[in-house]
C-alpha cells in the first residue's frame, strides 16, 4: 500500500483535459514538493513537473501541476495518443525520512 | 548528457543475495546535492524506493527493507551499488537506478533502463 494515493485509471478523449490527484499528509505533501513521473509502456520514468509545478526542459507546457495543503495534481491539457502512461506523484515523507511514491494512475486516451 | 546503467544478475535463487550495479556516464556521483538511489517496480506494480546514498557517505534506505539493504558508492569507478540479503520471490521486480535532487527538494531527475531480476529456484 502506498504511502500517496492515486486513482488507479483516469481516461479522456483526444484533445481534452485531464486531471490526476495524489493525497498525502502533513508529513509528506503538507511539508515538501511534490514530483510527477510519466512511465510510458515498457520504458523508465521520466520526471514530468518537479518542485509543485516546474516542468524540465523539453517537457510540453501541456503538462502542469498545482498543490495545495496534503494534495498534488497533475493537468494534462490537449490530450493525445502519446501521452498514454502510467504517472506517478511523489515526494518526500518526514516522519519515514525517505522518498515516496504514488500507487500510480494509468492514463487512457480513449 | 548524465547517463545511468544497471548490471547484474537477473535471476537469484531464493535466500540468496541480490547484488546490482550501476554505472554512471556524463557526470559524477561525487557531486553535491544529489543522492544515488534504487527504486523497484514488481511487475504490474507501482513504484517503491529501495534506498540512496550520498559522496559521503550519507544514506537513506525504505524501513521495510532496512536490515537486507547495503548500498555502497566507488566514487573511483562512478558507480554505486545495491545488495539485498535473504531474497524471495516478492523481491523480483525490475530494479532502477536513478539520481535524485536532495538539497530542500526531493525528486529524480535521471533514471536508468532498468534491470529485471527474478528470484526463482
Known amino acids: 500500500q502506498s504511502v500517496l494515493t492515486q486513482p488507479p485509471s483516469v481516461s479522456a478523449a483526444p484533445g481534452r483535459k485531464v486531471t490526476i490527484s495524489c493525497s498525502g499528509s502533513?508529513?509528506?505533501?503538507?511539508?515538501?514538493?511534490v514530483s510527477w513521473y510519466q512511465q510510458l509502456p515498457g520504458t523508465a520514468p521520466k520526471l514530468l513537473i518537479y518542485?509543485?509545478?516546474q516542468r524540465p526542459s523539453g517537457i510540453p507546457d501541456r503538462f502542469s501541476g498545482s498543490q495545495s495543503g496534503t494534495s498534488a495534481t497533475l493537468a494534462i491539457t490537449g490530450l493525445q495518443t502519446g501521452d498514454e502512461a502510467d504517472y506517478y506523484c511523489?515526494?518526500?515523507?518526514?516522519?519515514?525520512?525517505?522518498?515516496?511514491f504514488g500507487g500510480g494512475t494509468k492514463l487512457t486516451v480513449l | 548528457q548524465l547517463q545511468l546503467q544497471e548490471s547484474g544478475p537477473g535471476l537469484v535463487k531464493p535466500s540468496e543475495t541480490l547484488s546490482l550495479t550501476c554505472t554512471v556516464s556524463?557526470?559524477?556521483?561525487?557531486?553535491?546535492?544529489?543522492?544515488w538511489g534504487w527504486i523497484r517496480q514488481p511487475p504490474g506494480k507501482g513504484l517503491e524506493f529501495i534506498g540512496s546514498?550520498?559522496?559521503?557517505?550519507?544514506?537513506h534506505c525504505n524501513p521495510s527493507l532496512k536490515s537486507r539493504v547495503t548500498i555502497s558508492a566507488d566514487t573511483s569507478k562512478n558507480q554505486f551499488s545495491l545488495k539485498l540479503t535473504s531474497v524471495t520471490a516478492a523481491d523480483s521486480a525490475l530494479y532502477y537506478c536513478?539520481?535524485?535532487?536532495?538539497?530542500?527538494?526531493?525528486?529524480?531527475?535521471?533514471w536508468g533502463q532498468g534491470t529485471l531480476v527474478t528470484v526463482s529456484s
Open positions: 536513478a539520481r535524485r535532487l536532495g538539497s530542500g527538494t526531493s525528486y529524480f531527475d535521471s
Open positions: 556524463g557526470g559524477s556521483i561525487s557531486i553535491d546535492s544529489y543522492y
Open positions: 546514498i550520498y559522496h559521503s557517505g550519507n544514506k
Open positions: 502533513n508529513s509528506n505533501i503538507g511539508k515538501n514538493y
Open positions: 518542485d509543485n509545478n
Open positions: 511523489g515526494t518526500w515523507d518526514y516522519s519515514l525520512s525517505v522518498p515516496v
